[in-house]
C-alpha cells in the first residue's frame, strides 16, 4: 500500500520569507500523482499544486514550488514570500494509478503560522 | 476551478436519528466520489468511494450499514448516517473527481450528535 509521510507536525515562517515543507512518499508504482493541499481554517480543501511523477520538471504554481526527487520519493513544497494568508494545515497526497476509481493517500499534515 | 458543494455545512441531530448529507459536482459530471471524516486536528481519513450507478466501496474498519451511500447521478452522492451517536460526531468532507485524476472537494458538513 502507498503511504505519505509529513514529518513537520508545525512549521513557521515569518511573513516575506521562505518556508519548505517536506513530504515523502512510499510506493512500488512508476506512474503516479502526487498532490499538496491547503485546508485554511474553513476546512475547505483547496488544491496548491500536483505534480506527476512522469514528468522530471518540477511544478510551479506562482509562490508555490515543488522540489520532486523521485528516486528518493520526496515531494516537498516551497513557498516563496509567505503571505498571512498562506497559514494553514497543509497536507501532501498521492494518487496512485489503477484504473477509475483512484484514491487519495494522504499525509497527516502540517500546520504552518505565518508570523507578522 | 470546478466547485463542489455539500449541504448541510452543519447539521445537529439527537442520538439515534438518521442525518442525510449531500455532494453535489455543480460545474461537471463526477463518475467517482469520495467521503472522507476528518477529527479535529487530525488529516482526512477516507470511509468510501462511491460511484455512480453501484455499490460503493468502503475502508476497512467502516460500517457500510451505518454509513449509507447512495450515489444515483453523475452529480450527486449522498450520505446518511443512521442511527447516530454522539461517537459519530465529525466533520465529514466530500470530493468528487473528474477525468483528469483530480478531487475536488466539497466544503465540509460538520455533525454534531448530541
Known amino acids: 500500500a502507498q503511504t505519505v509521510t509529513q514529518s513537520q507536525p508545525e512549521m513557521s515562517v515569518q511573513e516575506a520569507e521562505t518556508v519548505t515543507l517536506s513530504c515523502t512518499y512510499d510506493?512500488?508504482?512508476?506512474?503516479?500523482?502526487l498532490f499538496w493541499y491547503k485546508q485554511p481554517p474553513s476546512r475547505q480543501m483547496i488544491l496548491v499544486i500536483r505534480?506527476?511523477?512522469?514528468?522530471?520538471q518540477n511544478a510551479t504554481e506562482n509562490r508555490f514550488s515543488v522540489n520532486f526527487q523521485k528516486a528518493a520519493k520526496s515531494f516537498s513544497l516551497k513557498i516563496s514570500d509567505s503571505q498571512l494568508g498562506d497559514a494553514a494545515m497543509y497536507f501532501c497526497?498521492?494518487?496512485?494509478?489503477?484504473?477509475?476509481?483512484?484514491?487519495?493517500?494522504f499525509g497527516k499534515g502540517t500546520k504552518l503560522t505565518v508570523n507578522p | 476551478g470546478a466547485v463542489v458543494s455539500q449541504h448541510p455545512s452543519r447539521v445537529i441531530c439527537k442520538s439515534g436519528t438518521s442525518v442525510k448529507i449531500e455532494c453535489r459536482s455543480l460545474?461537471?459530471?463526477?463518475?467517482?466520489m469520495f467521503w472522507y471524516r476528518q477529527f479535529p486536528k487530525q488529516s482526512l481519513m477516507l470511509m468510501a468511494t462511491?460511484?455512480?450507478?453501484?455499490?460503493?466501496?468502503?475502508e476497512q474498519g467502516v460500517e457500510k450499514d451505518k454509513f449509507l451511500i447512495n450515489h444515483a447521478s453523475l452529480t450527486l452522492s449522498t450520505l446518511t448516517v443512521t442511527s447516530a451517536h454522539p461517537e459519530d460526531s465529525s466533520f465529514y468532507i466530500c470530493?468528487?473527481?473528474?477525468?483528469?485524476?483530480?478531487?475536488?472537494f466539497g466544503p465540509g458538513t460538520r455533525l454534531t450528535v448530541t
Open positions: 497526497a498521492s494518487d496512485p494509478p489503477g484504473g477509475g476509481s483512484e484514491k487519495l493517500v
Open positions: 505534480q506527476e511523477a512522469y514528468k522530471q
Open positions: 470530493s468528487a473527481r473528474d477525468g483528469l485524476r483530480e478531487q475536488y
Open positions: 510506493t512500488s508504482e512508476s506512474d503516479y500523482y
Open positions: 462511491s460511484n455512480e450507478g453501484s455499490k460503493a466501496t468502503y
Open positions: 460545474d461537471f459530471q463526477a463518475t467517482t
